[in-house]
């Protein structure tokens, strides 16, 4: 395998990831990143695919990395501004409450900076293939792989958090939940739409 900054050559396949320039070039088989689709300038024709989460899981996954790293020190690049957001208590609560909107809602600010729903279900419904994270290993891939045969992609998680000891309650969920109902709402709309 050969690599430079964000690019690798595999089986006389390019692969990219995180950098802007390559993946809006479109000269690649396969890239990645986390860039909000609405800050992107694809090339005509690039078949996109996303994969949607639970918006509490999604958060509670998020935390639960962040506090791994914290507990372990690990000296990841993502703990300078997001080890922040654990605040004082170090509790789920404190560090939802300290997240910016954009990573908070993460999914909706992917498809809508201004955060509307109408707006984000529109430009998902552009996405060639969304799966979720939810029915990934038991229909995703394999959907997937109907659709792009050569495409090839590993099943199961390539990292899962250690952390069990974070103590999440029912009313911390309850919370959660109400930070995240703008979430819910656009999930539901887009549910509502694909069943028109």
């Known amino acids: 395998m050969r690599q430079k900054k964000g690019r690798s050559l595999f089986n006389g396949k ?41 918006p509490l899981q999604r958060l ?20 300078k501004l997001e080890g922040k957001w654990l605040g004082e208590s170090n509790g789920i609560v404190e560090f939802a409450n300290n997240m910016p909107k954009e990573h908070l809602l993460a999914q909706l600010f992917h498809f809508s900076p201004s955060y ?17 994270v939810e029915t990934l290993n038991s229909e995703g891939y394999q959907r997937l792989e109907r659709v792009i045969p050569s495409i090839s992609l590993p099943n199961g998680k390539v990292r899962e958090s250690s952390v069990t000891s974070a103590i999440i309650t029912q009313r911390d969920k309850e919370h959660l939940r109400e930070l995240l109902k703008d979430e819910y709402q656009f999930l539901e709309l887009l549910k509502d739409s694909a069943n028109h």
């Open 14 to 54: 390019v692969f990219c990831g995180w950098n802007k320039s390559l993946i809006e070039s479109g000269r690649y088989y396969y890239a990645w990143s986390h860039i909000p689709f609405h800050e992107l300038d694809l090339p005509q024709n690039t078949f996109t695919l996303t994969t949607l989460r639970d």
């Open 60 to 79: 509670i996954s998020h935390y639960k990395m962040i506090y791994g790293f914290y507990t372990s020190e690990t000296l990841h690049p993502c703990m």
């Open 116 to 132: 509307s729903k109408a707006e984000a279900v529109e430009k998902l419904n552009r996405v060639n293939f969304v799966s979720e």
